[in-house]
């Protein structure tokens, strides 16, 4: 490793090398400041540009190759016209995968993404393609078979394409497509990796703006970085920042105070700069697929298990004659309070509406119908009327009584990210659930391990982690933990 200015943690000296950087170990810490100043770290940007437009030269090659093999093995030879289809695909495939992205360096970034934009823009071409021979009467002299294993064929291989693409980039570039810069001047240390690193003061860089020769220092080891960081001290980063918008480079100032606060982005007025703290875990059309997903499953359910209801109901009033519902309020989505619907498990007026008294295994507020109904969590199934009004979901954090605790410290004084959870409707199931973490809070670890699994949800949510969570619920439906 190169000390001084070298690559991340994972990334050698001979990786240095490939890339193109020509630094060598000094003899001396002035030596090197001065080999540093002057080394040439190669630019990127040509690179991805030639990058992009192989993947543009093979994409079109791909699909050509697919309609016309799929061509000669589903209609025979000789074929009129072979692979005219694809022709009329190629050029328009390439303007809506330029939209999509599909080239794009973010796309790059991941074989998985880069494939699905490209799929993507395959089947929004086919899809136009279509509309337009739709309404020139020209469909008709296109075989469908032939033209959907094309398609089909086509995808494959822009996927297993860029599965090897990508490899072959990075063993020949390295790791990323970009070139980043990491200085260290006596601020927190950054690990940051694949990325050259400076240490300033090793290198005696002062970020001075009346000293020419500093910033011309500075100007040629940020030449052809794609992105700057700099780690200083709170008194330096004025300066620093003057530096790197001269240089006209992509700069940014590592701050500790943003980071303890969560600061997501800038926002600028006219007159005045806020720190963007949240946005809210989902969008627009993301709360629209979750609420729909809700109310299907909500309804379909409670359809399907409302005989189970009524001999629910009716076995909790033969047994005590007792009210069949137990209402409790919990904390919801926003830390607001809602009153959850359970099938009542305890005897009357001894079932705990706030939560500071947890359920033991041995608990003698348990009725007999209870007890069975908290081992198979059937008390749970009113929390289906939640779902349908829109106060839960189906899948989301589990609702807390408010003043649930552990030991003797109530949730929030257990950990600090406990409030976080709330920034989604909570769920009948969950990801904390499905992993076993249910029931009782006997430990600390018992809270924190849920609650690191709900922020887990909130912030990697999808319909099909939906589905999935939905699934695997079944599977711990009955658990030790239930009682």
């Not at 940014?252 to 007025?269: D, H, Q, T, Y």
């Not at 629209?288 to 399907?304: P, Q, S």
């Not at 309020?329 to 830390?335: E, F, K, S, T, Y």
Request: net charge positive; glycine share 6%; with cysteine.
């Amino acid at each position: 490793m190169i000390k001084g200015f070298s690559w991340g943690q994972s990334v050698s000296v001979e990786h240095d090398q490939r890339r193109g950087c020509s630094l060598n170990a000094p003899q001396t810490r002035s030596d090197f400041g001065s080999r540093a100043a002057s080394a040439s770290v190669p630019s990127m940007k040509h690179k991805r540009l030639q990058f992009s437009l192989y993947l543009m030269i093979v994409d079109a090659f791909a699909i050509l190759t697919a309609f016309v093999a799929t061509e000669i093995v589903y209609l025979g030879l000789p074929i009129n016209n072979l692979g005219v289809a694809a022709r009329l695909i190629i050029p328009l495939y390439l303007v809506v995968a330029i939209y999509q992205g599909a080239f794009s360096t973010n796309a790059l970034t991941s074989w998985w993404r880069a494939s699905r934009r490209a799929c993507t823009a395959l089947i929004l071409t086919a899809a136009i393609l279509l509309f337009v021979l739709f309404f020139a009467k020209a469909t008709a002299e296109f075989s469908r078979v032939a033209s959907s294993l094309g398609l089909l064929v086509s995808c494959m291989l822009l996927a297993a394409h860029r599965v090897l693409a990508l490899r072959m980039a990075e063993a020949y570039w390295g790791p990323g497509f970009h070139n980043i810069l990491v200085i260290q001047d006596d601020g927190p240390e950054l690990r940051f990796q694949n990325a050259y690193r400076i240490n300033a003061v090793e290198l005696e860089l002062t970020p001075e703006m009346n000293n020419p020769e500093a910033l011309d220092r500075v100007g040629k080891l940020v030449s052809n970085m794609d992105r700057v960081i700099v780690s200083c001290s709170m008194d330096r980063r004025q300066n620093w920042a003057k530096i790197l918008r001269a240089a006209g480079v992509h700069g940014e100032v590592v701050s500790e105070a943003l980071f303890e606060m969560g600061a997501l982005s800038l926002k600028r007025e006219p007159e005045f700069t806020t720190l963007v703290i949240s946005t809210g875990p989902l969008g627009a059309r993301a709360r629209v697929i979750k609420r729909l997903m809700d109310l299907a499953f909500g309804f379909t359910a409670l359809v399907a298990f409302l005989p189970l209801f009524l001999l629910i109901a009716a076995a909790i009033k033969v047994e005590d004659g007792g009210p069949v519902f137990f209402l409790q309020r919990r904390v919801g989505r926003a830390n607001r309070f809602f009153e959850i619907y359970k099938f009542r498990s305890m005897t009357p007026n001894k079932a705990g509406m706030d939560g500071n008294q947890s359920t033991s295994r041995d608990d003698q507020r348990i009725t007999k119908v209870g007890k069975f109904l908290r081992r198979t969590s059937l008390d749970e199934l009113p929390q289906l009327l939640n779902v349908i009004a829109g106060e839960m979901s189906i899948v989301g954090p589990r609702p807390h009584a408010i003043r649930s605790q552990v030991g003797d410290l109530l949730f929030w004084h257990v950990d600090r990210r406990y409030w976080d959870r709330h920034s989604l409707k909570p769920g009948l199931t969950g990801l904390a659930q499905i992993k076993g973490f249910r029931g009782a809070t006997n430990e600390t670890r018992d809270l924190t391990e849920r609650v690191r699994h709900d922020l887990e949800y909130i912030s990697t949510w999808s319909p099909w982690l939906d589905l999935k969570i939905i699934l695997k619920t079944f599977r711990v439906l009955m658990h030790s933990n239930a009682y």
